[in-house]
C-alpha cells in the first residue's frame, strides 16, 4: 500500500528540516551570539574567578625587634610569594583591626628579643595569626610558614653543629617529592579544563533547549505536526545544525584557554576534540530533551538551569567526586559533564590515550542515545 | 465497508478541555467533492472540531475517519493525504515565500525538477509572483494567507482543511482565495472550511452550524433558507444564536 511505504524513516525530510534550521539560525543573530559570546566571556570571566591558588596573600608584621635579622624572616617570607609584606603594625589593637577589616589575612609578631634569643642559642617564639574563615586559604599559609619556620630552624641547628665541630652534618632522612601531571600546583591548570567542559555544557545545552519549545509557542508547530514528518527526523534534524556551530564555539574556548591562559594539552589535541565532539551531541540531546518536554521558553530556561546547577557541584568540577558520600556520587555519576571532566582532565594534564577513556567514552555514547531515544519517544505529533 | 464516497466522516466527536465541553458529541459526513462550510460564533467549537479531525487533538469520545482511515489509529496516513491550514498563521517568519514553500515540499518528500514545477505552479496559482524572495514575516495578511494555503498543497491533497482561512483578509485577496478554492474543488479535492463570513458560506454546497460545540443544524444553503423560511444565511445564523441562548429550548423544536 502507497500509503504504508511512505511511513519510513524519510533523508529529504531530515535534510529538510536541517536546511529550515540552519537558514533559522543565520537569520538570528541573537542565537549565534549566545554561541560565540557567551563562551568567551564567560571562559575569561571564570577564568580568573576560579583561580584558587594561595598565594601573595596581605600580610601585616608587627616587628618588635627592628633588627636585620627579623627583617631577614620577613624577607623569606615573603620570598616564598604565598605573602605580600603589605602593613608594618604596632600593637595588639591595631593587629586584631586589620584582621576584622580583612586588611590582612596573615599577621606576623616578631618578639623584642627575636635577635638577641637567636645569638644566644635560645628558643625565640615567633607568633602567626591566620584569618581561618576560608579554610583552604588558612590551612595553606599555616602549613607554608609551619615548613619555611622548621627549614629554618633546621639550618640554624646544623649551623650550630658544624660550628662545634662535627664536620658536614647530613640529615638522617630526605624526602624527595615529584608532582607528576601539574608540576606547580598551579590551580589554573587543573581549573580551566573543567571550565571548558562546563562552559559547552551550559552553552549546547542551552542552544537546543529552546528550539522546539519557540515552535511551539510560536504555532509553527501546529503546521509541523499535520505533516508525515517524523520525530527521529524532527529531532535529530533539528541537533545536527548545532553541532557545527557548538564545534566553533569548542574550538573558540580550547584556544583562549591554550593561548591566553597559557594551559598547555599534553595529549593529543584530535582525540581531545572528537571526544567532545561526542560530549557536544550528548548536551545538545539534553538541551532537545529540555524542549521536547517543555511547554514554554520559560519552563524551557527553568528546566536549563535545574540542569546546570547540580551538575556544577556533583560533576566534581569543585569538589572531588572522591570525597563526597556515596549517594552524591552515585548522583555526579549520572550526570555526563562528570564523564566529560575526567576527559578533559585526562588528555589536558596527564595525555592519556583513548585506552584510558574508553569507559568515559562509552557512557557518554550510551547517554547521547539514550537520551535522543526518550526525547523521540517524549515527543507527540499531538497539540493538547 | 469503506464508503468510497465519502471524504470525511464523523460520529459522536467530544472534546473535554477539564470540566469545558468544546465539542460535544458532533456527527457529520462529507462527501468527496465537496465544500463543507463550519460556521459558529466565537469559541463554538470549529478549531477545536478540525484539529480532531487533522490528527492534531485526541478526541475525548466519538471517532472519525478520513478517506477511511481513522483518526485516531490511522493520524500518520491521513497527513499524507490532508492539507491544512490553521487559524493562526504558523508558516516560518524568518524564511522567504519560497523557503518556507520548499521546506514543505521537502517534508512532503518532493524533490528535484517535481518539487520546483510545483512551486512554479503554486506561486502563480496564489499570485504570488514578485514576493517568492520576500520574507513572511513581511507580508501582509492576505498574502500570508495565501502563502499558508500554497503551503498546505504543495503535496496536491486530496483533501484541504481550512480553519478560517479569510480571517482579516482584504476583499480581494477574500475573492482570489475562493476562486482558487473553488476549482479545487471542481477537481474534485474535498473541502472543509470554517468561516465567519455569510458570502463566503453561500458558495459552500454543504453548511453546518455548530453551537456551545454542539452542530445546530446542517444542509445546503437552499435547504437551511427554506427550512427557516429566512432570506438569508446571516438571518438564520441570528436567528439560532438568539433561541439556542434561550433556557431550555432545543433545535428540535424550532
Ligand atoms: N487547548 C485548549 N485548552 C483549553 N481550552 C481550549 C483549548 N482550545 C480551545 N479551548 C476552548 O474550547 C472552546 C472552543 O474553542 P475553539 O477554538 O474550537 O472555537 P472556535 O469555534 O474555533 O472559535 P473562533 O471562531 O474564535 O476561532 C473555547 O471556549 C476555547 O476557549
Ligand atoms: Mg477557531
Known amino acids: 500500500m502507497k500509503g504504508r511505504e511512505r511511513m519510513g524513516y524519510s533523508f529529504i525530510r531530515f535534510k529538510s528540516i536541517i536546511r529550515k534550521e540552519l537558514l533559522q539560525i543565520r537569520r538570528d543573530p541573537p542565537s549565534l551570539a549566545i554561541a560565540i559570546v557567551m563562551p568567551i566571556l564567560m571562559i575569561f570571566l571564570f577564568g580568573y574567578a576560579v583561580n584558587t591558588d594561595v598565594n601573595h596573600l596581605p600580610m601585616g608584621v608587627w616587628d618588635q625587634d627592628k633588627s636585620s635579622q627579623s627583617r631577614e624572616l620577613v624577607q623569606q617570607f615573603v620570598n616564598t610569594e604565598y605573602y605580600d609584606y603589605l602593613y608594618q603594625i604596632e600593637g595588639y589593637e591595631e593587629l586584631q583591626q586589620s584582621i576584622d577589616e580583612g586588611k590582612v589575612k596573615v599577621a606576623l609578631v616578631i618578639p623584642a628579643n627575636y635577635s638577641t634569643l637567636l645569638d644566644t642559642g635560645k628558643e625565640a617564639k615567633l607568633q602567626l595569626l591566620i584569618d581561618g574563615a576560608d579554610p583552604n586559604t588558612a590551612r595553606t599559609a599555616l602549613a607554608n610558614a609551619q615548613l619555611l619556620i622548621q627549614n629554618k630552624s633546621t639550618s640554624i641547628q646544623l649551623q650550630k653543629l658544624e660550628k662545634q665541630g662535627l664536620g658536614p652534618v647530613e640529615m638522617p632522612i630526605t624526602l624527595q617529592s615529584r608532582v607528576l601531571y601539574n608540576p606547580n600546583m598551579e590551580s589554573l591548570v587543573f581549573n580551566i579544563p573543567a571550565l571548558i567542559g562546563l562552559i559547552m555544557q551550559n552553552v549546547t545545552a542551552i542552544l537546543t533547549a529552546f528550539t522546539l519549545v519557540r515552535e511551539k509557542e510560536r504555532g509553527t508547530m501546529e503546521q509541523l505536526v499535520v505533516t508525515p514528518v517524523r520525530p527521529l527526523e524532527l529531532i535529530v534534524g533539528k541537533l545536527v545544525p548545532y553541532i557545527g556551530i557548538g564545534m566553533f564555539s569548542f574550538c573558540l574556548v580550547l584556544l583562549t584557554g591554550i593561548s591566553w591562559f597559557g594551559v598547555p594539552v599534553k595529549g593529543s589535541i584530535i582525540l581531545l576534540v572528537v571526544l567532545s565532539l561526542l560530549f557536544l551531541i550528548t548536551t545538545l540531546a539534553i538541551g532537545i530533551l529540555i524542549s521536547t518536554v517543555s511547554k514554554t521558553q520559560l519552563q524551557a530556561m527553568q528546566m536549563s538551569f535545574a540542569f546546570i546547577l547540580p551538575s556544577v557541584l556533583l560533576s566534581g568540577f569543585i569538589f572531588p567526586r572522591e570525597s563526597m558520600p556515596m549517594v552524591v556520587q552515585w548522583l555526579g555519576g549520572a550526570i555526563p559533564l562528570t564523564y566529560f571532566l575526567e576527559i578533559l582532565r585526562g588528555i589536558f594534564l596527564k595525555g592519556v590515550s583513548l585506552h584510558s577513556l574508553w569507559d568515559e567514552t562509552l557512557i557518554l555514547s550510551s547517554f547521547t542515545v539514550l537520551i535522543c531515544l526518550v526525547a523521540i519517544l517524549k515527543f507527540r505529533k499531538r497539540i493538547d | ?254
Not at chain 2, 470540566?19 to 463543507?36: E, F, H, N, R
Not at chain 2, 459558529?40 to 478520513?66: A, D
Request: proline share 4%.
Open chain 2, 1 to 254: 465497508m469503506m464508503n468510497t464516497q465519502i471524504a470525511i466522516t464523523c460520529s459522536h466527536l467530544t472534546k473535554k478541555f477539564g470540566s469545558l465541553c468544546a465539542v460535544d458529541d458532533i456527527s457529520i459526513t462529507i462527501p468527496k467533492g465537496c465544500i463543507y462550510g463550519f460556521l459558529g460564533p466565537n469559541g463554538s467549537g470549529k478549531s477545536t472540531t478540525i484539529r480532531m479531525l487533522c490528527g492534531l487533538m485526541t478526541p475525548t469520545k466519538g471517532e472519525g475517519t478520513v478517506l477511511g482511515y481513522n483518526v485516531i489509529q490511522d493520524a500518520e496516513i491521513i497527513k499524507h493525504h490532508i492539507g491544512y491550514m490553521s487559524q493562526k498563521f504558523s508558516l516560518y517568519e524568518e524564511l522567504t515565500v519560497e523557503e518556507n514553500l520548499d521546506f514543505y515540499a521537502g517534508i512532503y518528500g518532493i524533490t528535484g525538477k517535481k518539487a520546483k514545477d510545483r512551486k512554479a505552479e503554486l506561486i502563480k496559482l496564489a499570485g504570488l509572483t514578485g514576493r517568492e524572495r520576500q520574507l513572511a514575516r513581511s507580508l501582509s495578511g492576505g498574502w500570508k494567507q495565501r502563502l499558508a494555503l500554497s503551503c498546505a498543497l504543495v503535496h496536491e491533497p486530496e483533501i484541504l482543511i481550512l480553519d478560517e482561512p479569510t480571517a482579516g483578509v482584504d476583499p480581494l485577496s477574500r475573492r482570489v482565495f475562493w476562486d482558487v478554492i473553488h476549482s479545487l474543488s471542481k477537481k474534485g479535492i474535498s473541502i472543509l472550511v470554517s468561516t465567519h463570513y455569510m458570502d463566503e458560506a453561500e458558495t459552500c454546497d454543504k453548511i453546518g452550524f455548530i453551537f456551545f460545540g454542539k452542530l445546530l443544524v446542517e444542509g445546503t444553503p437552499q435547504e437551511l433558507k427554506e427550512r427557516f423560511d429566512l432570506p438569508n444565511l446571516e438571518e438564520i445564523f441570528i436567528h439560532l444564536v438568539e433561541h439556542e441562548q434561550e433556557p431550555g429550548r432545543r433545535v428540535d423544536e424550532i
